[in-house]
């Protein structure tokens, strides 16, 4: 399975825990019966899938992150430009404004990602 993909109930309970990190599995349990309709057994089967890919820990009833969404999202990010795009940045950039113009202000902010994180 790819620890970088989760699909949309997956992703919607880990926003869920992201949101309200460090949470205890209890209060965890309540949530997802209120918010997904789900019974206590599959929120743990839940919980478990995620903590197994390294995403997040239940340690002494406690759930907290061991990935931030940041990086999650960032390695997400890497494995899609990676997979699809032979992990060429510029190949992304240009399929990604074939169809779909970029302003003036995203102009600047990429120019200022590159400036900042530029290689010597």
């Known amino acids: 399975m790819d620890k970088y993909k989760l699909g949309e109930k997956e992703q919607r309970f880990a926003e869920l825990i992201w949101e309200r990190e460090p949470i205890p599995s209890g209060e965890l349990v309540k949530l997802c019966e209120i918010e997904f309709e789900w019974k206590k057994s599959t929120t743990y089967t ?3 899938r995620l903590c197994q890919r390294g995403i997040f820990e239940n340690e002494s009833g406690m759930v907290s992150a061991v990935m931030s969404k940041e990086d999650f999202l960032s390695d997400q990010s890497e494995k899609f ?3 699809t795009f032979e992990g060429s940045l510029p190949r992304f950039l240009a399929a990604f404004t ?3 113009k970029i302003s003036s202000k995203e102009i600047d902010e990429i120019q200022k990602l590159i400036d900042d994180y530029k290689e010597d």
């Open 98 to 100: 074939k169809r779909k």
């Open 81 to 83: 430009i990676s997979d």
């Open 46 to 48: 839940m919980l478990k």
